[in-house]
């Protein structure tokens, strides 16, 4: 597993990353979240060795980064903030090139090389230089060089940044797929993302470790969490109605005239309201319990920080 004991950075007299600690398991797929400049990317590069801490440490699969940088950056694929590459290079060349720093050779070389294109659609640019590519196929180069060398652990600094909507699928699914026995630790600004492909997300802000669970634990926080959203055609009694139940703490409108019907603590509300349509004979157009909202969580938790 990545062990990360009290992690800190300084430049100067500023503290970007301020005493982070936690475990990610093999399995775990972790979200990164944090409002620009929280100290996501700084946090990655000390994981991955690029950056040494100013205190404490890291350990990949009990291998220390700052003793054992060889080792444990064998175990790690790393596409770092902005997916930089050899511009000059194409696509195929850079390839090849990560592949035989990671000590890869002949047949072995060239299959990877293939599985990598191949896993990232790359197959029509291979011989384009790197420069020349926009900036979604570039991301795609940096995914690739990521995963030549089948690593257990991935570290992937906003990996679906500027990729369009289908690009953005197939990563993710990428991500889903590998991580069965893999540690990945992905940073991103997309909520839904974490959602979609995080078995755990850490939110963080001013360096520091704000909020750490499953994205249900963290959408639980939510006041909207349990609320129950209600668009009806041709009843406009039902307001009156649904806030005289026992159970019903507030109702406040929705988008598309939808209600939001507010529980109050510890009650369940799809039920009764439930009862109610049945009872008054409501057309319903939309009926559903909500989940929670990333956006107003990550918000709530953040702001004081920022
Ligand atoms: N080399 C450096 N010298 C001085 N300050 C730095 C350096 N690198 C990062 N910082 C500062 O550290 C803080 C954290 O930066 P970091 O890049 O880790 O944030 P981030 O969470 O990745 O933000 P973003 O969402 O914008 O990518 C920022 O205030 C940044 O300006
Ligand atoms: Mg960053």
Same mark, same amino acid.
């Given at each position: 597993m990545i062990r990360?004991?009290?992690?800190?950075? +300084?430049?100067?007299?500023? %503290?970007?990353?301020?005493?982070?600690?936690?475990?990610?398991? &093999?399995?775990?797929?972790? *979200?990164?979240?944090?409002?620009?400049?929280?100290?996501?990317?700084? %946090?990655? +590069?000390?994981?991955?060795?690029?950056?040494?801490? %100013?205190?404490?440490?890291?350990?990949?699969?009990?291998?220390?980064?700052?003793?054992? /940088?060889? +080792?444990?950056?064998?175990?790690?694929?790393?596409?770092?903030?902005?997916?930089?590459?050899? *511009?000059?290079?194409?696509?195929?060349?850079?390839l090849r090139f990560v592949g035989q720093v990671r000590g890869y050779r002949g047949a072995e070389l060239a299959a990877r090389i293939e599985r990598c294109q191949h896993a990232l659609q790359l197959d029509k640019v291979l011989n384009q230089p790197i420069e020349t590519l926009s900036k979604g196929f570039r991301r795609r180069v940096g995914l690739a060089q990521a995963?030549?060398?089948? /690593?257990q652990v991935l570290i992937l600094?906003? &990996?679906?940044?500027?990729?369009?909507?289908?690009? +953005?699928?197939?990563?993710?699914?990428l991500i889903a797929n590998l991580s069965k026995d893999k540690i990945v630790i992905v940073s991103t600004h997309i909520l839904e993302e974490v959602s979609a492909v995080c078995s755990r997300a850490i939110i963080i802000a001013g360096g520091k470790i704000l909020a750490d669970g499953t994205p249900a634990q963290l959408e639980a926080r939510s006041r909207f969490h349990g609320a129950v959203t209600l668009g009806l055609e041709h009843a406009s009694n039902a307001q009156q109605i649904l806030s005289a139940l026992p159970q019903v703490d507030h109702i406040e409108a929705g988008e598309d005239h939808t209600l939001i019907v507010f529980p109050k603590a510890g009650q369940q509300l799809f039920e009764v309201v439930n009862n109610a349509i049945q009872q008054h004979q409501w057309q319903v157009r939309e009926l559903h319990v909500e989940r929670g909202r990333l956006d107003e969580v990550f918000r709530d938790i953040t702001r004081e920080v920022a």
């Open positions: 990360i004991d009290n992690l800190t950075k +300084k430049f100067g007299q500023f %503290t970007a990353v301020n005493g982070l600690s936690f475990t990610v398991a &093999p399995g775990e797929v972790l *979200g990164f979240l944090g409002p620009n400049g929280a100290g996501k990317s700084t %946090t990655m +590069k000390m994981i991955t060795g690029f950056l040494a801490p %100013t205190s404490g440490h890291v350990s990949i699969m009990g291998h220390d980064v700052a003793h054992h /940088p060889v +080792k444990a950056k064998q175990l790690i694929g790393y596409l770092p903030e902005g997916a930089p590459s050899y *511009g000059d290079m194409t696509v195929l060349q850079f995963i030549i060398h089948d /690593p600094d906003e &990996p679906t940044d500027g990729l369009d909507p289908n690009q +953005k699928h197939e990563v993710r699914n």
